[in-house]
């Protein structure tokens, strides 16, 4: 059988040279960081949310739609855990509850994009502004704090430290980039996902049911959104009302650098991936390297200018 | 009042009318079409062709009317069902998803996976393969399984369409305007993938503007006009210039002349 070298192919193998670019560039400039596990350590703690939150995204965006929600829900759903918690003492069922929350918020998204047809942008900014308004109604600005959950197996599962050594949100993000690879490329809701995000008559005439995909697709956002909630709330073993603030566009920068078309129709979870690492140790790796920290914006955009002008010249040679 | 007899057509289709909001699109459409048959659609924009299309591939439910297939009366209240019972359309430019690889077409909501959902794709590529070089009859070194359908032209993407809808057994492929903003030599290639459905025994309906494209696949003509049908004709009782000159009378006075 003959082989084609496709789009995806090309654009991850330029995110994983742009990568190893970017680590040259640290290693080179600031070695006595990045020979040590140390700076490892602190990137597996923190790129993970953002890391679980694009993985999740890069299904929304492939299906040619947006969510601006998922960090409100995120902090909805936060808030929910540590209520939960606080009040019934028992963290599974706070657990619970937030993942619970999280779907609904999802299909509370749905709902308005699937049967009141608003489009996903429009709908989302909408149910943005309802989720932080939720948190700021139901917390009153104030923090909750989880230290009673530290002793629990789940704390153990969703923030401890494998050997002392891997945060557990490192394994759940890499495992969750598996589980989405396979997702993707390998299973049928993948296969429909990428069908109607490229083609809505075609997928409607080979009887995709559009309106499933969608809602499914919205759901599982925001129970990825409570998910990473969840982790974030525990690792600092604090809920704050501010929480998931900041998280929007360095996700949204994450799914676009790893080479995902904003278009639909194409994506790629190891894209994702690699974005999301470079998005995760951008801020630290410039202040490593000797820069002062108002130089991290400056990076952050072009690294995103770069990366997403090699995609579109590799689109349009290979058309 | 009891069924009508319609065992020996593939589908009929009986008093069919159609209205959107008080507008009536359709009305009193009586249509055969048989086994091995293929019929071409006619007729100028707006006669109510793409609506009868939508009706049968069930996107539309009619207002009023019986449809038969295979002898049995039957609803079609989706675009699932009408695949379930091998009816299968062919759309302008729109048949194909341009971004993904032709094995992901060719199997696009019918996909080969395990109990699980997960795909087969090794299993997908092959048999796009096969169909590929021997159905198509693909020589280009150029396309494979993996080749992205905008790498296509554009007759070769309605052959994948047709030869989609052949691989899983449609008996009736409902070809709508298959050969708009072709080119001659890229027309011609639809015209033969045409003349592919009858060989195999199978149905089609072929919509299109051009009495030239049609006249040499077709065996019968269909004449719509505004929600009506106007006329029928067997190619061999009307030579292609006689079609035509019906069709302009048509136009100019309200009726075939």
């Keep these: 059988m003959l082989k084609t070298v496709t789009r995806e192919t090309k654009i991850e193998i330029s995110i994983v040279i742009v990568f190893f670019l970017i680590y040259l560039l640290f290693l080179l400039g600031s070695p006595d960081v990045f020979t040590r596990f140390d700076i490892y350590y602190s990137f597996m703690s923190t790129i993970p949310f953002i890391g ?29 855990f540590g209520k939960v918690l606080e009040l019934a003492g028992n963290v599974w069922l706070a657990a619970f509850a937030s993942l619970a929350t999280g779907v609904l918020a999802g299909l509370l998204n749905s709902l308005l994009i ?40 789940f704390y153990q599962i969703c923030v401890g430290r494998l050997a002392g050594m891997i945060p557990a949100q490192a394994i759940w993000m890499f495992g969750l980039a598996v589980w989405f690879w396979f997702l993707l490329n390998r299973h049928r809701f993948g296969a429909h996902v990428l069908l109607v995000g490229d083609n809505k008559d075609s997928a409607l005439m080979m009887g995709i ?18 998910f990473a909630g969840i982790l974030s709330t525990l690792e600092v073993t604090y809920f704050w009302p501010s929480q998931g603030q900041g998280y929007l566009l360095t996700t949204l920068a994450a799914v676009f650098i790893g080479g995902t078309s904003v278009f639909g129709g194409k994506g790629t979870i190891l894209g994702t991936f690699i974005g999301s690492l470079i998005i995760g140790s951008l801020e630290a790796g410039i202040i490593a390297i000797g820069l002062t920290g108002f130089w991290i914006q400056l990076i952050h955009g072009l690294i995103i200018m770069i990366s997403v002008s090699i995609y579109s010249v590799i689109l349009r040679k290979s058309t | 009042m009891a069924g009508k007899d319609c065992s020996d057509k593939l589908l009929v289709l009986v008093n069919i009318s159609k209205s959107f909001g008080g507008v009536s699109a359709l009305r009193g459409i009586n ?59 062919v759309y302008q430019e729109r048949a194909l998803a341009d971004q993904q690889s032709l094995w992901r077409n060719m199997f696009a909501g019918r996909e080969e996976t395990n ?54 057994n449609a008996d009736l492929i409902l070809l709508d305007e298959p050969t708009v903003a072709l080119s001659l030599s890229e027309t011609q290639k639809v015209l033969d993938f045409v003349l592919d459905i009858k060989k195999r025994g199978k149905s089609a309906i072929f919509i299109s503007h051009s009495i030239y494209h049609l006249y040499p696949v077709v065996d019968r003509f269909v004449i719509m006009d505004r929600g009506r049908i106007a006329g029928e004709f067997k190619k061999e009782s009307i030579t292609q210039e006689e079609l035509i000159e019906k069709m302009f009378n048509l136009v100019r006075t309200g009726t075939l002349g």
């Excluded at chain 1, 989302?124 to 308004?133: D, E, H, K, L």
């Excluded at chain 2, 021997?134 to 296509?152: N, P, R």
Aim: some cysteine; glycine content about 10%.
């Design chain 1, 114 to 153: 699937v049967k009141v047809r608003i489009p996903s942008l429009v709908a989302t900014i909408g149910t943005q502004f309802f989720f932080r308004g939720l948190v700021n109604v139901c917390a009153e600005g104030k923090g909750i704090s989880l230290v009673a959950a530290k002793d629990s197996l």
């Design chain 1, 52 to 80: 679980i939150l694009a993985l999740a995204m890069t299904f929304v965006v492939i299906l040619g739609e947006m969510d601006l929600s998922f960090p409100s829900v995120l902090a909805f759903s936060a808030w929910v």
């Design chain 2, 31 to 89: 249509l055969e079409i048989g086994y091995n048959e293929i019929v071409g659609l006619v007729g100028d924009n707006g006669a109510g062709k793409s609506t009868l299309i939508k009706i049968i591939t069930g996107v539309h439910t009619p207002t009023t009317g019986e449809i038969y297939y295979k002898g049995q009366r039957i609803t079609i209240h989706s675009v699932r069902r009408s695949r379930e019972l091998g009816i299968e359309t």
């Design chain 1, 209 to 226: 049911e559009i309106d499933r995909v969608k809602t499914l697709v919205f759901t599982q956002m925001g129970f990825f959104a409570a």
């Design chain 2, 115 to 168: 109990r699980f959902g997960f795909l087969r794709v090794r299993r997908e590529k092959e048999e796009t393969e096969r169909l590929l070089r021997q159905y198509i009859g693909f020589t280009s070194k150029a396309i494979t399984v993996d080749s992205e359908v905008k790498s296509l032209s554009g007759g070769e993407k309605q052959g994948i369409a047709i030869a989609r809808a052949l691989y899983f």
